[in-house]
């Protein structure tokens, strides 16, 4: 996600007493250059791929983003894809299309690809978390397929200190499915992050996943599920990539034991 850059104006700063216009010059340049290194770490790139970020994308702008998500329990299992564009509205809002939400199946009767959803998502920013001290975001997602209705709703928060960035999502996933849609789940998720930006270019940080899983929405029936593991991401000029790769600690039966999930993100 890109972070909205505010126009400047020009500098009313008192130059001190007796400083070169050469020095001078050189520590405004030097403190622009911090700001917008600030700034600019977010534009066209996410840090995380199982988190949100609470900057949203500059109005009028356009990006392409696929994801990749590889599950493995002894062996691959199967693979989830989404295609998606993403649309600057405003400086706080943003909207993003999926064309495409499908899988590959490699155990079972039931092999192969299969489309599963297109999604609509809106994101609308709240505060920033360069400029004020926490930056503060609402999530929401609707997907439809054959026999299939998905909403997820999520609160995404964010703090920066400078270079090291966190970030925590909580999220409320409800699902009907099959003929008429009669049979209903739910899960609830918290998904906490850190990423530090070793060079420009560079990030890595860990991602940790708590998963809730409620079967018909029963609460008796409840499965907690944990993920943990690193990410890294590259940020080029007008690209970026990022990968996480996480363990499950829970050991839960039916649930992969490994996953990896790779974004790959292109300004337009």
Known sequence: MALQRNGTRPSTAVRPAGCQPAVFNLVLIITAAVVFCQISAFAGARHFTFLYEAPTSPPGSFEIEDDATTRFSDGFTDANFRNEIEIGV????QASIYFANWNYT?????????YATSSLEL????????AEPIGISLYQEISGGRRLLESETKLIAQKNFGPLIFA?????EAEWEDQGLRQHNGEIQQAVGASYE?????????????EIILPQWHSSEAENNFFLGPNVSYRGNGWFATVTAVAQTTRTEGEADYQVRLIFGVSL
Do not use: C, K, W
């Open 123 to 130: 994101i609308y920013n709240l505060t920033n978390p360069v």
């Open 198 to 210: 070793v060079s420009p270019r560079i990030s890595v940080g860990a991602e940790m996943l708590h």
């Open 106 to 114: 490699q155990r079972g009767t039931d092999r192969g690809p299969h």
């Open 168 to 172: 925590y999502n909580l999220t409320l």
């Open 90 to 93: 405003t400086g706080h809002f």
